[in-house]
Structure formats: structure tokens, C-alpha cells
């Protein structure tokens, strides 16, 4: 079907018409095009083979011209002729949430501006802010658009996902006529991105739910709104978040919910062992015929289709359906198994807080046990220890810790992995620690054999526990590195070496495919937060979810460990 591509056409000719300030009302036909030709269930080609088209409100005969034309051709004069008149550039400007077409005439004419590049500009010199409609809060509002245009693969953090469907399930909350609301699609799943964010609601009246949801404050651009769905651009303390909102009913909400949880190939195998039972599988429930199996709750659903329930995180068509046939699901580690966190930083080194203050936060999180690991000497730009500075700030952990009945403080380190795999501290220093992680912070891009040779050659020194964020990567910013992650994971392995899950939303490193694969290893896990202030010790669920996708029992996390188990395990590890 061509009707997405000649509404585009359509569109694009008005938004460009707009911008030099031409005749509303054929900018606003043009429109109205769009429109009819993108909201038409049939195909626009037959309709005009038919003559139907013709006789469509809304679709006059100079219109119907250029359909014509686009149809016979693949060409539109018309819509080449306006492109010819405007920089090609300035088309990227309206792709900016909070930027339309009248934004964009006005920096045109105005302030010369062409592209993204000199948008930028003109926000950081202030000149956009002093254009009449263009105040701070405007220009601001620009500025996180362009921001989220420039994620690179236009997908989110975890982090800011969640961020945004806090927002907007807050707002359910308290929306009178919403009986139930649950996120579902690839946050429910908590993938390492984000594609957009998808809130399920249970309500009687849709249209209402979804009037209220665009017309909130928060809503920056409203992409669509119809009688049981909503799409909006919604604002968040970062970027402009795309928030896809369904309205469904009670006896269909646990066919939504799963539907929409996806992923999708999970999805497709469902429906082929629904056909292969002779019943069908879809978003509004299971059937048998014309009559409904199941569809109030995806429990009801997985059983009916002769399954053990499935957790979200594992649905993505990586062997849980099978294991869920033969009874053989793993029964995932979660937050509630967590008795401490292995990576946090203090102010020491690049942290915000003080030691005192990492406890107290760790301690009303309920854990048992944390390790204080700020950065080795190497790490200069990150405040690293020199070898002095660690013996003085062991002594203080020590004199924290002992003023905790409840919680045990160990003095660890994030000692950095040198280019000849040796690590930042001699082992008569190292000795003095209960905990190193062991980590690469340079040299990052050096070819495979040499960034696998330093992870090898480190996770030898019996003094190391754990490698930290073994790829180094950082989610829409840097590249994993090239590492054999294979023969790290048999050398850790092979050395009782853990692998960290930094749970950091910017890296969640390792990976849920790798987590997988260190555990049918037999490699343990240690998860850090890389907590950089006291906030930052809530990235634990994220890690979690990480473990869980790459199928963790509690027995594969060393956090779960109670207190005097984990001493035995640190201690033992030296003894190898
Ligand atoms: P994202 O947003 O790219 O991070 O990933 P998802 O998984 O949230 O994808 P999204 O938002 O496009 O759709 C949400 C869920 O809806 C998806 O996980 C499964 C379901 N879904 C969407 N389109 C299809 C489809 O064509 N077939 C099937 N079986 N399911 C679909
Ligand atoms: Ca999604
Ligand atoms: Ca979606
Ligand atoms: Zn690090």
C-alpha cells in the first residue's frame, strides 16, 4: 500500500508551504490529504483504479491530479517543485519534537538558521530565546528535542524510559475511571534500550483516558489520539520520551497485556502453538472458535496454552517456551534475594557522597553488606588512590564499618587492569583489601587479542574477585570493546574469577546473552551499581533484570549470599 508514502507527500508539501508562508487554505487541503489518505483502511491505489477516491470527501481534483501522477510515475511535480524552494536542511528541523512548521519559518526568516547544527547555535548564544514565542522554557524544550533526535539509534536508556512512564502512570493514578495500568512492550521486558514506552489501562470509557492522557501537561506533541490509543512526545528531566498509551477492557486486559509485552517473536511462537491447539491467540484473548478461552489475565493464557507461566524478561524467543512446556523454567534471582552491593564510589575518588552516606542508604535498602570501591591510582581524571592514599582511606572504611551492627562495610577497590594486564596495586596492597574489582578504563579500542590478553592476565592474580563492566561499553555512547568474551568466560571459570553485571543503565555490562553464557559456565555473578551518589544504589532492579534476562538463579549472584557465606567466598577465592 502506498496510502503512508503519498500521505507523507501530502504532508510534507504543506509543512514546506507553511514555512514560506503560502496560502492557508490550500496549506490546510493539503492537510486535510494527508490526513484522509493516512486514516483510510483501503488501499489508495485500488480507490483510484475504482474511482472511488474521487468521490472521497476531502480529496479535490487537483489533489486527486497529483495522486495520479505519483501512482503512474512514483514522481510528484508538485511536491518536487516546493522541495526545490527551501534548503534542503531545514526539513530536519521539523523531525525536532516541539519544533513545527511555524517554529521553523520563524528561525528561517528570522535568524537565518538552516540546519540542526546552527539551531544549536543560536539556543547556546540565547538569540532563539529572545524571538518573540521562543522564550527560555521554549528554547529549553528545543534543546532536550534535538537531544532526542541525536540519541543515535533514536532509542532510551532504561532509566529515562522508566522516568517516563512514571510520569504518566502518576497521572492514571489519580484519573478518575482507571481501574488498572501496567507498563507492557520492551520496558516490561526491561531490555537494555528502549523504543518507546507502552502503559496498558484498564477503563470503561477510552476516549476519555486517552482525551486526558494528550491533554496533560506533560505532553509535548500529540502523534495520535484515537477512541483506544494514544501516542504522544511526553517531557521528562532529560529528553522528549515517546509514550504509547491502550485503553482496554477487564476481559481482554491479560490478552492486552501479554500482546503487547511482546517481545514480538515471542509472540509469533505463541501463536503457532495456539494454531497447532486449534485455537487463536490475540491481542483481545485466546479462542476456541468464536468462544473465549482465556484473556482476563496472561496467567490464564500461558496455562491454557499448556505452559508454566512466563516472566516478561524472558520473553524473547531464546528457549523459554520450550522450557516452559517441559517445566523447566529457571527460577530467576529478584531484588527481594539481594543482601548487598559490590561496586559504589565515594567522594574519595569521582564519587558525590561520603562514605558514612553510602552506609546509611545501603543499610535503608535493607542489605547486609556493601563494598566501597573507588578507583585506583591510573584512573587520574577520576580522582584514582594513590597507593598512600588507599591505606589511609582503608583505615577510614574500617572506623565507618565499625560503627555499623547491621551492616558490613568492606574496603574494596575498582583497580584498574594496565595495558600489560598487571593491575594498579602490588599484592602486598591488594592483600589489605576484602574485595577488588579489577576494570579497564583505557585503551579501549585496542584490537581483540590485546583487550582479551589484559582480561585473561588479570583474572590470574588470585587477588582479583571480580572483573568489573567487562566490555566497557556505554549504552548510545561507546562501542563494547572487541573482547573474546568467550575465553573470558572460560578463564574466569577456570580462575573462580566473577564477572561484574554493572547495573548502570548506561551500561548494563555484562549483557543478558553474556549472562547466559558466563552462567552455563558455572561462572558467578557479582552485580554493582556503580553507584556514583546515594541515588544511584536504585540501579540494583536494573542489574536484577539484567541477571533475570540472561536466565540467573539466585544461586549464580554472589549478592545473595548471607553475610558469613560471602566472607568464606572472598576469602576462599585467595586461596586458589
Ligand atoms: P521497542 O519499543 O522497540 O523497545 O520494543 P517493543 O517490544 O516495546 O515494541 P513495540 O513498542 O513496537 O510494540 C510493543 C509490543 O506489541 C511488542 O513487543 C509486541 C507487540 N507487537 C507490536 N507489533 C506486533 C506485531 O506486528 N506482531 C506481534 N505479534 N506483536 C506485535
Ligand atoms: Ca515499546
Ligand atoms: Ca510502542
Ligand atoms: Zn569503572
Not at 485500488?46 to 495522486?67: R, V, Y
Not at 491467540?281 to 496467567?299: D, H, K, V
Request: proline share 3%; glycine share 8%.
Amino acid at each position: 500500500m502506498k496510502n503512508a508514502e503519498i500521505s507523507g507527500l501530502f504532508s510534507e508539501m504543506a509543512d514546506i508551504m507553511e514555512i514560506l508562508g503560502e496560502d492557508v487554505f490550500r496549506i490546510n487541503s493539503y492537510r486535510r490529504v494527508a490526513r484522509v489518505i493516512g486514516d483510510m483502511p483501503a488501499d489508495v491505489e485500488e480507490m483510484l483504479s475504482t474511482g472511488k477516491l474521487s468521490q472521497t470527501p476531502g480529496i479535490g481534483k487537483s489533489s486527486l491530479a497529483k495522486i495520479e501522477e505519483f501512482v503512474k510515475t512514483g514522481k510528484m511535480t508538485a511536491h518536487q517543485e516546493l522541495l526545490r524552494k527551501i534548503p534542503q536542511t531545514l526539513l530536519e528541523l521539523l523531525k525536532i519534537p516541539g519544533m513545527g512548521p511555524k517554529g521553523v519559518k520563524a528561525v528561517y526568516e528570522r535568524l537565518k538558521v538552516k540546519s540542526i547544527a546552527e539551531l544549536k547555535k543560536v539556543i547556546e548564544n540565547g538569540k532563539l530565546a529572545s524571538l518573540p514565542g521562543f522564550a527560555e522554557k521554549k528554547a529549553a524544550l528545543i534543546a532536550k528535542g534535538i537531544a532526542f533526535l541525536e540519541t543515535s539509534t533514536g532509542r532510551i536508556r532504561v532509566d529515562q524510559a522508566f522516568e517516563a512512564a512514571n510520569i504518566v502512570i502518576g497521572f492514571f493514578k489519580v484519573l478518575p475511571g482507571v481501574r488498572k495500568i501496567r507498563m507492557a512492550g520492551s520496558l516490561r521486558r526491561c531490555t537494555e534500550t528502549i523504543g518507546d514506552v507502552d502503559i496498558l489501562v484498564e477503563a470503561g470509557d477510552g476516549k476519555k483516558v486517552i482525551d486526558a492522557f494528550v491533554g496533560a501537561d506533560f505532553v509535548q506533541q500529540i502523534l495520535a489520539a484515537g477512541d483506544t490509543k494514544g501516542s504522544a512526545i511526553i517531557e521528562t528531566s532529560t529528553i522528549p520520551v515517546h509514550v504509547d498509551v491502550r485503553v482496554v477492557p477487564a476481559k481482554s486486559f491479560g490478552a492486552a497485556l501479554q500482546y503487547f509485552t511482546g517481545s514480538k517473536q515471542h509472540n509469533v511462537q505463541l501463536r503457532e502453538m495456539a494454531v497447532k491447539a486449534k485455537l487463536k491467540l490475540n491481542e483481545y484473548g485466546l479462542f476456541r472458535g468464536e468462544q473465549m478461552a482465556a484473556g482476563g489475565t496472561e496467567e490464564q493464557i500461558y496455562e491454557k496454552l499448556g505452559l508454566d507461566y512466563i516472566e516478561p524478561i524472558l520473553r524473547e524467543d531464546r528457549g523459554e517456551i520450550e522450557a516452559a512446556i517441559k517445566h523447566k523454567l529457571p527460577e530467576l534471582v529478584c531484588l527481594r534475594d539481594i543482601n548487598g552491593d559490590f561496586h559504589m564510589h565515594t567522594a574519595a575518588s569521582d564519587g558525590a557522597c561520603e562514605i558514612e552516606e553510602m552506609v546509611e542508604a545501603a543499610r535503608n535498602r535493607g542489605y547486609k553488606f556493601i563494598c566501597i570501591t573507588d578507583h585506583s591510582a591510573s584512573s587520574a581524571i577520576a580522582n584514582g588512590l594513590s597507593p598512600r592514599r588507599l591505606v589511609k582511606h582503608i583505615e577510614r572504611i574500617r572506623r565507618v564499618a565499625s560503627r555499623f551492627k547491621d551492616i558490613a562495610v568492606f574496603a574494596g577497590a575498582e583497580v584498574d587492569i594496565l595495558a600489560d594486564g598487571k593491575l594498579d596495586y602490588d599484592n602486598k596492597l591488594l592483600a589489605e583489601l576484602d574485595f577488588a574489582i579489577g576494570s579497564i578504563h583505557s585503551g579501549m579500542t585496542s584490537p581483540r587479542e590485546k583487550v582479551t590478553m589484559r582480561t585473561l592476565k588479570a583474572m590470574d592474580n588470585p587477588y582479583l574477585h571480580c572483573i568489573g563492566h567487562p566490555t566497557g561499553r556505554l549504552i548510545g555512547e561507546r562501542e563494547p570493546m572487541d573482547l573474546d568474551i568467550a575465553a573470558v568466560i572460560k578463564h574466569a571459570a577456570e580462575t573462580q574469577t566473577a564477572l561484574e553485571i554493572n547495573a548502570s543503565p548506561y551500561r548494563l555490562d555484562l549483557k543478558d546473552v553474556h549472562v547466559k553464557m558466563a552462567i552455563e559456565s558455572g561462572v558467578k555473578l557479582v552485580i554493582g551499581t556503580d553507584s556514583h551518589n546515594v541515588m544511584q544504589l536504585a540501579y540494583m532492579g536494573f542489574g536484577v533484570a539484567a541477571a533475570g534476562r540472561g536466565w540467573a538463579t539466585k544461586d549464580d549472584v554472589l549478592n545473595t549470599l548471607p553475610l558469613a557465606k560471602l566472607k568464606s567466598w572472598l576469602a576462599a577465592k585467595r586461596k586458589k
